[in-house]
Every structure is written in C-alpha cells, then in structure tokens.
C-alpha cells in the first residue's frame, strides 16, 4: 500500500467526520434485546465434481458415500469404492430471526478433505442444526463457485477459492423460529457502540414521543423500554415508532491499524498531546555472488565454486518533527509525510505516541 492510498484513506476519514456528532435512526444503532441471528451447521456431501473431489486417502468422504448407498439398499463394503468425483463437505447458514417453517435461507458449502475443487457440484439432501443441537433448516442443491482451478503437471492456476461455495435459497427452515412479542410488557434496545451520553440522549427522545417514563438509560448500551398498551400489536407498532427516531451519537476517539495491510483510519476527533517524534531507519542489505575458479591448464587443479559475499549497511539520519499541545490528525499526517514516513513507519509511529501517552484516542489493532 503506497502513501498517497493512506492519505486517501485519512482524508475520506476527515470528511467523514466534520462534526464530532450527527444525528442517525435508532434502528441503524441499536438491535432489539433476543432479536437476533442463529448459527447454523450440518455435515453433507457434494457429487457431480469433475475428478476434482476427495481422494481414497479420505476415508470419512468414503464412507459418507456408503452409508448413503447403502441406505438406498445399495449393499457393499466402504473399501471397494473408488471415486474421485465427491467431496465430504461442511454447511454453515443463519436462521434470521421471526423465521418461519419454508423460509429460504442461503447456505454456505466448504471443503473438509483433499478435494481440489467444488466447482460444478452439487449439495445432498443435509440437516442442519443449531447450538441446541435440534434440527432447524435442510439444505440441497448445485453450488454456486466463484473461483476455479486448472492444470497439471506442475502448471496451474487458481483463482479465488475453489473449495468454498455458496447455494443461494439452497436452505429451508423447517422449524418456527419467530418470537412472541405481544405478551411483552418490557423490551430493551442495545446499542452496538456503547456510550452514556447516546443512550441517555436516546432515552430522553423515546420519552418525549412515547410518553414521559416510558424508556430509562440502565447502563451505556441498554435502553429499556415500558410497553403501556396491552394490545397485541402495540410492541410492533412501537418498535416501528422508537426505530425511526434520530439521535444525536458522539463517536468515540478512535485509531484503527491494521499491521498486516499497513491501512490506518482515524477520524477527525482524535488528538494529541505534545510530543516530539524522532525516526530513523537502519538498512542491512546481504548479497551472495558465485563465481568460477578455473585452475591454470595443465595443472592438476579442479574448478571450483566460491561465494562472494558483499554486506553493506547504510542508517539515515533521524528525522524530527514536533507536536504542539491539542494537535489533530492532520498536523500528524503532515508532519509523517514531510519526513517520508511508509505506512509501516506510521504505525510503528502511532503505537510508540500511544505508549508515551500523547494519543487521546483508544488504539485498535486489527
């Protein structure tokens, strides 16, 4: 990643967030307490590949591939099949919540042997089952692949990942999953990023648009709300109301790195304390050329091979640059480019002013 990218990415940051606060729907920041996703898994298996499944070696594919012949009265031994066109496979999906009985679901198929690819195959009749170990959704049907492998013979080529698969619609709930809300006399809203200030902000609005005691701040992320009608449809038609209101949110000082990418972003809140930063770089550079040793003729000498090795060491002179008190993310970016800063250096750079205690601004490390 170059340095005009990671400017890129700090000014979008910046523009972003001109204002330390804006005002956003409830329902964008907040989810309803036990309305939520479940996990789903099955074991399955996928045919129809093109030589590109399991090998022998994989003895569970194998004797996945009995064990259903052999319930459609196909009777022999796991030893004799020999078959390159399956694949044992396992089947992640979620339930959404308020899922009902012939709800379709997309699946998720991936590999768990040597096969070399999935594409073109297709999902058996699978079970798939939640935490509680219950059964709630069947999967089947062709896969979708958005990669594929070709080659041999030491010539290949491969692109994204040939072993992962999705089946859109591939799965049907077979078991209600819904929630009763009308019996429902307290319901609480989580927000996804905890903060006092919104969550009583947000308790204040519900109040004023339902009705004073209606909804109480219990800690930075619970919102819990009073449901006063008993009619059974009050809990929805509440929730429709609360989720369209607005709130002003005050995002919380945060940098986020990612060391693998070299890719920060950090918005316009953050600061910094006063500080000087000195940054140099060492550089050892080893190089190893071969050359021939050829005797004189006639002589009773061998030619031999002899490394030459070269090390050469060069350290730029450190590079300064000074921080005034309350500076902003844009003096920092400036003063790192004026003294060529890589993205690498720049983190480097950040962890070290955290340590110090000049960054006013939790540091995230992805």
């Not at 307490?33 to 298996?45: A, P, S």
């Not at 080893?286 to 002899?306: A, H, L, M």
Request: hydrophobic content about 40%; some cysteine; aromatic content about 4%.
């Amino acid at each position: 990643m170059t340095l005009g990218l990671l400017w890129f990415l700090f000014v979008a940051a910046l523009r972003g967030a001109d204002t330390p606060s804006h005002m956003v729907r409830l329902g964008d920041v907040t989810s309803v307490e036990g309305v939520r996703d479940n996990l789903l898994i099955g074991y399955g298996m996928v045919v129809g590949l093109k030589g590109t499944g399991d090998s022998q070696q994989t003895l569970f594919s194998v004797q996945t591939l009995a064990n259903l012949l052999q319930k459609m009265g196909v009777q022999f031994t796991a030893s004799a099949v020999v078959v390159k066109n399956v694949a044992a496979v396992f089947v992640t999906a979620t339930l959404p919540p308020f899922a009902r009985p012939g709800t379709p679901i997309d699946v998720t198929v991936a590999s768990i042997g040597d096969a070399k690819s999935l594409e073109g195959g297709m999902l058996l009749f699978t079970t798939l089952h939640g935490p509680d170990g219950q059964m709630w959704a069947t999967a089947q049907g062709p896969l979708e692949n958005g990669g594929y492998s070709a080659g041999g013979r030491g010539n290949s080529v491969q692109v994204n990942h040939p072993n992962t698969s999705r089946i859109p619609a591939g799965g049907i709930v077979e078991r209600d999953a819904s929630m009763d809300l009308s019996h429902l006399t307290h319901l609480s809203l989580l927000l996804r990023d905890p903060d006092f200030q919104t969550a009583t902000d947000a308790a204040a609005i519900i109040d004023h648009e339902l009705g004073n005691g209606t909804a109480r701040a219990v800690d930075s992320r619970r919102i819990e709300i009073r449901v006063a009608s008993p009619d059974p449809d009050a809990v929805s038609a509440m929730l429709a109301k609360v989720q369209s209101l607005k709130v002003e949110i005050h995002p919380q000082a945060k940098v986020v790195v990612n060391e693998r990418t070299g890719t920060i972003v950090m918005g316009q809140e953050v600061t910094l304390g006063a500080c000087s930063i000195l940054h140099g770089n060492l550089s050892v550079v080893i190089t190893t050329e071969f050359k021939v040793s050829q005797p004189n003729p006639y002589s009773q000498g061998t030619t031999q091979v002899v490394p030459q090795t070269t090390v050469k060491a060069t350290e730029s002179p450190a590079r300064r640059i000074e921080l005034r008190e309350g500076a902003s993310v844009d003096d920092l970016i400036n003063g790192l480019q004026a003294i060529g800063a890589t993205p690498r250096d720049i983190v480097a750079i950040l962890e070290a002013v955290r340590a110090e205690g000049a960054l006013q601004a939790e540091l995230e490390i992805i």
